[in-house]
Each structure stands twice: as structure tokens, then as C-alpha cells.
């Protein structure tokens, strides 16, 4: 069994200064800490995480965790109640996690939410990084305290990012395309809808995805709206039912990022011969009643679950454990359809 002394006796450094190495604390300089990895490497050193973990109790550890609890997009209620959950797991470990809600996507009232987070008392943060200035300046502030940080659902820049934890959604729009070619004649007609602006990392990845999917795969398949408005904004879906009045013999609909799923019924009231398909993203409760009366046929899930979790779990090795993680953790596209839906962790 390797130990740290004699990694320190090898390194010709303390044992003290071995110990800040492989627990990432700081006080060492650059080029005795990577001395001392590569030795403890090279001699197969593993930690005692039985032993690390009663000390990671000791240390109470505060994190934040930072996400949206809104009546438009309903996705991440499924993310918010598995991360109160894990909240409670961590606990025993001396964790504290302190949830900071997004009541509105309006840059004003993130940045309200966001300067009610003390930096000075938080050991990491989890957040979804939404693209807003307010959040932007934040990850900056966070940034410069040198808090580590793992982003969930969107990407971001940021020097003290550890890890990201959500879909990719360039592949999540290739999949969509991939049933809108099953459940569509092969000359069939196609609309696209959307809830979210085109500035939405979300939507972008999706749309290019599924657009380049179609073209090389189902060339004959036709997009509507494809070089018009695609967006709607929030209770207003004029624009993609200007879109069927105008094209009647519309086959299927991909609704990008759907929000409350109200736009799915909004397209059945026009649909009144139950000839257009409705393929969606994301799961929650309301689209088994959808898909209960043939309103929408499939959905692509990407784990809320995971996303509420995984971002805790890397703080606590991280911060506890001193266990670097991964930089990405993509999650799983899962189709649903009506005959599984019953079945996704909602």
C-alpha cells in the first residue's frame, strides 16, 4: 500500500505538503504540486475515501445551487425536486446546499436573485448558465472568488468550471429528425415551433441538428416555415397557427423547446382531422394526458433526474474528496411514446 510518506520521501517534500497536493488545497507551488502528482501516480497511490469522507464531515461544506422554478418551462421542476432530494443525501456528509429559484427568465429578476448569493459563504455553486448578462456578471463575480462551479442544462465559459451536466442538444434535434422521418410520408410536409428566442443555446443546437439530419437523410421531406418565423412568444401562437391555416396538408410538427406543452393543444384545435404529428423534447407530467389522446406521439427525454443530482454529487467529490470529474456528463436521449411514457422518472 502506497502511502503519503512515502510519496513524500521520494518527492523530497513533508508529508504536510503531500497532503495539500492530493487534496487540491492550496499552498503549494506549481511545480512541487505537479511533482508530487506525477510520483503519486507513477507509484499507484489511491486515497482512502473511507477516511476522506469522515473528514469531508468536518468540513461542512456549503453549496449553491442555482435554477429556474417557472410556470413556462415545467422541465425543470423534475430537475429542482431530484436535487432536494440529493440535498438531503449529502447532508449526513456535512453538506449544505442553499437553492436560489428563478421565478422569471426577465434579466432584472435573475439579477435580483443572483445578488441575494453570498459568495463569500458558498463552497461551490451548481446553476443553469442562461445566456443574460445578469448571469454572465455573476459567473464573472464567482470567477474571481475562484469558486468551482458545474453548469447544468447550458454551457458557459468559466475559468472555475468543473464540469457541465446536460443534453447535447445537437445530437437531441439529429434524433428528432430521425422520428419525423419515421411518422412522415416520404414526401410529407414538416413545420417547426418553438418557444424560446433564437438566442436560446438550447434551440440552436436542436434546429441545426435537425435540419442537417434532414437534409441528409430525408431530402424530399419539406419544411413549411422553414425560411420564416419559427418562434412563439409566450401565450401568443399566432405564428405557428398562421403556419398551419397556411399549409393544411402539414404532416408533422417539432416543437423545439415547448415550455408548458400548451402549444401542443393549440395545434390539435386546428388539427381537427388528428392528421399532424407532434414530436416534443423534455418530460413532464402533462404530456402523458397528451399523448393519452394522440396529441403529441413521441417526446425525447434528457434526464432531469441526472441534471438535478450529478451537479451536487461532482461538488461534493470535488470539494470533500479532492476527486477531479469529468468536463462533460452528457445525459441520455431517451424516446418516449405513449406505450413507455408511464415509465419516465417525472
Known amino acids: 500500500m502506497v502511502t503519503i510518506r512515502m510519496i513524500a520521501q521520494k518527492a523530497g517534500v513533508s508529508r504536510g505538503t503531500v497532503d495539500r497536493v492530493l487534496n487540491n488545497r492550496a499552498g503549494v507551488n506549481a511545480e512541487t504540486f505537479q511533482k508530487v502528482k506525477e510520483i503519486a501516480e507513477e507509484l499507484g497511490y489511491e486515497p482512502n475515501l473511507a477516511g476522506q469522507m469522515l473528514a469531508s464531515r468536518k468540513k461542512k461544506i456549503k453549496v449553491g445551487y442555482i435554477v429556474c422554478d417557472t410556470t413556462v418551462d415545467l422541465f425543470f421542476k423534475s430537475v429542482y425536486s431530484s436535487a432536494i432530494k440529493k440535498a438531503e443525501e449529502l447532508e449526513q456528509f456535512g453538506v449544505t446546499v442553499q437553492f436560489y429559484l428563478i421565478r422569471e427568465l426577465e434579466d432584472h429578476s435573475i439579477g435580483k436573485v443572483l445578488e441575494t448569493v453570498d459568495l463569500d459563504e458558498l463552497d461551490g455553486i451548481a446553476m443553469v448558465p ?171 427525454g434528457q434526464q432531469p433526474e441526472k441534471q438535478g443530482t450529478l451537479p451536487l454529487q461532482i461538488l461534493y467529490d470535488y470539494i470533500g474528496l479532492g476527486i477531479v470529474p469529468q468536463a462533460y456528463y452528457y445525459t441520455e436521449l431517451t424516446i418516449y411514446i405513449k406505450q413507455n411514457i408511464s415509465l419516465a422518472p417525472v
Open 130 to 300: 442562461l445566456k443574460l448578462p445578469s448571469v454572465m456578471e455573476f459567473i464573472k463575480k464567482a470567477d474571481e472568488k475562484q469558486i468551482p462551479m458545474v453548469f447544468f442544462n447550458l454551457d458557459a465559459e468559466s475559468k472555475q468550471k468543473l464540469s457541465y451536466v446536460g443534453c447535447d442538444y445537437y445530437e437531441s434535434g439529429r434524433v428528432a429528425a430521425g422520428l419525423i422521418g419515421l411518422v412522415s410520408p416520404e414526401n410529407g410536409k414538416v413545420a417547426i415551433a418553438s418557444i424560446f428566442d433564437e438566442e436560446s443555446p438550447s434551440f440552436h443546437d436542436r434546429y441545426i441538428g435537425f435540419l442537417n439530419e434532414l437534409d441528409k437523410n430525408y431530402p424530399k421531406l419539406e419544411i413549411v416555415n422553414r425560411n420564416t418565423q419559427i418562434i412563439f412568444q409566450k401565450n401568443d401562437y399566432s405564428s405557428i397557427q398562421k403556419v398551419i391555416q397556411e399549409n393544411r396538408d402539414i404532416d408533422s410538427i417539432y416543437v423545439v423547446n415547448p415550455g408548458n406543452y400548451e402549444i401542443c393543444e393549440k395545434i390539435a384545435e386546428l388539427d381537427t382531422g388528428k392528421k399532424i404529428r407532434i414530436i416534443t423534447n423534455d418530460i413532464v407530467k402533462e404530456q402523458k394526458r397528451l399523448m393519452d389522446e394522440g396529441i403529441i406521439v413521441a417526446t425525447i
